[in-house]
């Protein structure tokens, strides 16, 4: 019998670090892609590990808070918690939606992501690197932003890993799944 608590932490730790690894590395590829307002940072599609395993709550979480390091270096030091806020709200919600599907697939789920990210990241743009005031009509643009970003992300890769972890029962070998 494995002992669940050594399996819970391994699994997060391992979530983040894969997490981290991607983002870092993309943004040594393409600089830019994981941090701009239209960014398409493939570690978002790890996110479907949310609805195998909740260990993946805390993983992505912490892969985001570390990922999100380099933000400060650029100047964007409240994208380390702001994004990470995001990203704990949506892999929360994405947990607790991961039985509600459509054919087979969690679309409410996989849309968590764009959501999250959209409302909070695009309120974080809005109130603070735009300079004036606030306005709604500004934050709906930086929030559909992200989004589309986000979007794109969980929609194309975030779907093709669902598919393939569910069709090759990678659920079940590596998160020990119903």
């Not at 949506?90 to 789920?109: D, F, Q």
């Not at 959501?115 to 735009?130: P, S």
């Not at 929030?143 to 194309?156: N, W, Y």
Request: with cysteine.
């Amino acid at each position: 019998m494995r002992n669940k608590k050594v399996l819970f932490i391994t699994q997060a730790a391992i979530i983040a670090a894969l997490y981290a690894v991607l983002t870092l590395a993309q943004g040594a590829l393409l600089p830019g892609t994981t941090t701009a307002a239209v960014q398409f940072r493939v570690s978002e599609a790890l996110n479907i590990l949310a609805l195998f395993t909740p260990a993946a709550i805390p993983g992505l979480t912490l892969g985001c808070v570390i990922s999100n390091f380099q933000s400060i270096g650029q100047g964007l030091p409240l994208d380390m918690i702001f994004g990470s806020l995001a990203t704990l709200g949506s892999s929360v919600c994405i947990y607790l939606l991961r039985n509600l599907k459509i054919k087979n697939y969690p679309l409410l789920a996989m849309l968590m992501p764009a959501i999250w990210n959209g409302i909070i990241v695009g309120w974080e743009i809005e109130a603070f690197f735009i300079d004036g005031p606030f306005h709604f009509g500004d934050f709906l643009v930086q929030g559909g932003l992200v989004a589309i970003g986000e979007l794109g992300v969980m929609l194309v890769l975030g779907t093709a890993l669902y598919f393939i972890f569910v069709k090759r029962n990678l659920d079940k070998k590596l998160f020990q799944s119903k």
